[in-house]
């Protein structure tokens, strides 16, 4: 069963920083692009980033550009997304999700949330 | 960025009712367009992608159509568990895979 767990997620003040986890399972995780995307409370999905299977090609959307990094570690089968200078806005549960052959994600975690507030 | 504009926002409707829910993206994205169901608390379900592609494990009263800039999800005879919130998904340029805003399905 295809299993993907995110951790990381908590109140942090203006300006901080977090590094969320997206542990994976049931699948082979080398071979599978992933993505993060976000969710604002009460609003609609946001796509932040996605990672290729080895890493080597590497997306974001320029709301997150040059404060948010995503990585991952395929003998650890884990998916990371760091995160510096955040702010007010970047409140939302983070989720992480596999790449499917067509652009699309076909298997999602629960999400982590992420509160920034003072 | 493409933007995704779905229409209705939001939809009232029974059980047994046919629905469609329309997506348009603001240039030809080909068949690059998924669909998604979001239900209350939970994390997004992959329905339908590349414009018609039925996801394992989805029901086939669940099917998507169109091409370029239009697209429809369509529901054939609404379930009790169908009630959702529903998002369209272009996959054609990774800068950035952008959303629709929603389309919120509620019990007549």
């Known amino acids: 069963e295809v299993q993907l767990v995110e951790s990381g997620g908590g109140l942090v003040q203006p300006g901080g920083s977090l590094r969320l986890s997206c542990a994976a399972s049931?699948?082979?995780?080398?071979?599978?692009?992933m993505h993060w995307v976000r969710q604002a409370p009460g609003k609609g999905l946001v796509w932040v980033s996605r990672?290729?299977?080895?890493?080597?090609?590497?997306t974001y959307a320029d709301f997150v550009k040059g404060r948010f990094t995503i990585s991952r570690d395929n003998a650890k089968n884990t998916l990371y997304l760091q995160m510096n200078s955040l702010g007010a806005e970047d409140t939302a549960v983070y989720y992480c999700?596999?790449?499917?052959?067509?652009?699309?994600?076909?298997?999602w975690g629960q999400g982590t949330l992420v509160t920034v507030s003072s | 960025d493409i933007q995704m504009t779905q229409s209705p926002s939001s939809l009232s409707a029974s059980v047994g009712d046919r629905v469609t829910i329309t997506c348009r993206a603001s240039?030809?994205?080909?068949?690059?367009l998924n669909w998604y169901q979001q239900k209350s608390g939970k994390a997004p379900k992959l329905l339908i992608y590349a414009a018609s592609g039925l996801q394992s494990g989805v029901p086939s009263r669940f099917s998507g159509s169109g091409s370029g800039t239009d697209f429809t999800l369509t529901i054939s005879s609404l379930q009790p568990e169908d009630f959702a919130t529903y998002y369209c998904?272009?996959?054609?340029?990774?800068?950035?895979?952008?959303f629709g805003q929603g389309t919120k399905l509620e019990i007549k």
């Open positions: 049931g699948f082979t995780f080398s071979n599978f692009w």
């Open positions: 240039q030809s994205i080909s068949s690059y």
């Open positions: 998904q272009q996959s054609y340029s990774a800068l950035p895979y952008t």
């Open positions: 990672i290729n299977s080895d890493g080597s090609s590497i």
């Open positions: 999700a596999r790449g499917k052959g067509s652009g699309s994600e076909d298997y």
